[in-house]
């Protein structure tokens, strides 16, 4: 069955540092999304992504924020200069064309900034 | 915005038993999706079950089933014959028009053998 996958699955940075996480979605997938939460805390959603631009975003997707589809396959978040705020589970999503279909996750990256 | 409750942060049911998980949400639109996910100690998000809300008909997968009732807005989870491996925390979710996730703060389950 297909699935999303995401890299890192730990990554441990200084705070100040940019990461970017990765995040292949399933192939035939349209739609993306990225997801945060945070230790004891619900899943919070960042951003939406269709047809190569942002479709959505919440106000936790500051400046600080980035997304991408570099090539066909890889969805990437970045976050330009990390905080002590930002340690959380990133959850990667897609579904199909119809709003009908269901997202699936990938399996998170645990981002520890230090 | 929509907002999703679950009113019991932790629940346990012995091995074989069944347990129902609750879950409120508030939402004016007439369109949306229901969904209940298990995030298990690896923490990945596993969809379990979905309801359309235009559906009268309460969905089944397996050993899980719902409870919809949409005047009241209220959509719980029954896991019949629980088992070790139902350990997890439950997250319920509501998709609308937005087109985005609305988490619950979810309930940890645990199953006594």
């Known amino acids: 069955e297909p699935e999303v996958t995401q890299t890192p699955s730990h990554q441990v940075t200084q705070m100040g540092q940019e990461v970017i996480l990765r995040c292949v979605p399933i192939?035939?997938?349209?739609?993306f999304y990225w997801y945060r939460q945070i230790l004891g805390q619900k899943v919070e959603f960042l951003v939406s992504f269709y047809n190569n631009e942002i479709s959505e975003k919440s106000e936790i997707f500051d400046d600080q924020f980035s997304v991408e589809r570099p090539d066909g396959s890889n969805f990437t978040l970045k976050i330009r200069s990390t905080k002590l705020e930002d340690s959380a589970m990133y959850f990667c999503a897609s579904r199909g064309d119809t709003p009908t279909d269901t997202q699936y996750f990938g399996p998170g990256t645990r981002l520890t900034v230090l | 915005a929509q907002t999703v409750t679950q009113s019991q942060p932790e629940m346990s049911v012995q091995e074989a038993e069944t347990v129902t998980l609750s879950c409120t949400y508030d939402?004016?639109?007439?369109?949306?999706?229901l969904f209940w996910y298990k995030q298990p100690p690896s923490r990945q998000m596993i969809l379990v079950i979905r309801?359309?809300?235009?559906?009268?008909q309460n969905a089944t997968e397996n050993r899980f089933s719902v409870n919809f009732q949409k005047a009241a807005k209220s959509f719980s989870l029954k896991i019949s014959d629980s088992q070790l491996g139902d350990a997890a925390m439950y997250f319920c979710a509501y998709l609308g028009v937005g087109n985005q996730f609305y988490f619950g703060t979810g309930t940890s389950l645990t199953v006594i053998p």
């Open positions: 192939s035939n997938h349209l739609y």
């Open positions: 939402t004016s639109e007439s369109d949306y999706y």
């Open positions: 309801q359309e809300a235009y559906k009268q």
